[in-house]
T-cell receptor, first 112, second 114 residues
Framework: QQPVQSPQAVILREGEDAVINCSSS?????VHWYRQKHGEAPVFLMI?????EQKGHEKISASFNEKKQQSSLYLTASQLSYSGTYFC?????????????FGPGTRLSVLP | NAGVTQTPKFQVLKTGQSMTLQCAQD?????MYWYRQDPGMGLRLIYY???????DKGEVPNGYNVSRLNKREFSLRLESAAPSQTSVYFC?????????????FGQGTRLTVV
């Protein structure tokens, strides 16, 4: 049930771009992206709904391919503050309600 | 706004002891979740409650029980703590039923079982 994320870790220099991928074996209602700094709680970045709607951070973009159950998070012109672990969360809805599970995370390090 | 509040923030237990982790949200959210996060690993869903009065198992429910006391509160109980339950526990909540259902997290409970 847990979505798969790739890559496991990325090291960037400031100003470089990165793409983080997330895929699921289940039909998805939505995909969420969160960033977690060490020792802190995850913080919401973006949500993408089945059907094309999305809501999130101004400087972060993402895509959601419903047919393939895949999502990608695009980090452009990275800043030092982008460092952290990025999690995708996938939401499937069934007769019992929401089931919201996270991928294992992608550790991003941005160096000066 | 307080958002999601978890108590306690830190706890050390001896093997076999029991304890309850408390979680409360003041955002009128329908759904609440308990996750555990082990060092260097992602968030694994223990139990969730889609709405008041319902609870369901997640990925790793063994050794835990939950209670959705009311719409605001969702507690996690360890009946007989084991060292394998040493972890950071996060509670989260979402507003079910609409489109955008971003999750809000509590600050976590760091639990050590010795």
């Amino acid at each position: 049930q847990q979505p798969v994320q790739s890559p496991q870790a990325v090291i960037l220099r400031e100003g470089e771009d990165a793409v983080i991928n997330c895929s699921s074996s289940k039909a998805l209602y939505s995909v969420h992206w969160y960033r977690q700094k060490h020792g802190e709680a995850p913080v919401f970045l973006m949500i993408l709904l089945k059907g094309g709607e999305q809501k999130g951070h101004e400087k972060i973009s993402a895509s959601f391919n419903e047919k393939k159950q895949q999502s990608s998070l695009y980090l452009t012109a990275s800043q030092l503050s982008y460092s952290g672990t990025y999690f995708c969360g996938t939401e499937s809805r069934d007769n019992y309600g929401q089931n919201f599970v996270f991928g294992p995370g992608t550790r991003l390090s941005v160096l000066p | 706004n307080a958002g999601v509040t978890q108590t306690p923030k830190f706890q050390v237990l001896k093997t076999g002891q029991s304890m309850t982790l408390q979680c409360a949200q003041d955002m009128n959210h329908n759904s609440m979740y308990w996750y555990r996060q082990d060092p260097g690993m992602g968030l694994r869903l223990i139990y969730y409650s889609a709405s008041e009065g319902t609870t369901d198992k997640g990925e790793v429910p063994n050794g835990y029980n939950v209670s959705r006391l009311n719409k605001r509160e969702f507690s996690l109980r360890l009946e007989s703590a084991a060292p394998s339950q040493t972890s950071v526990y996060f509670c989260a909540s979402t507003l079910r039923g609409g489109g955008f259902t971003e999750a809000f997290f509590g600050q976590g409970t760091r639990l050590t079982v010795v």
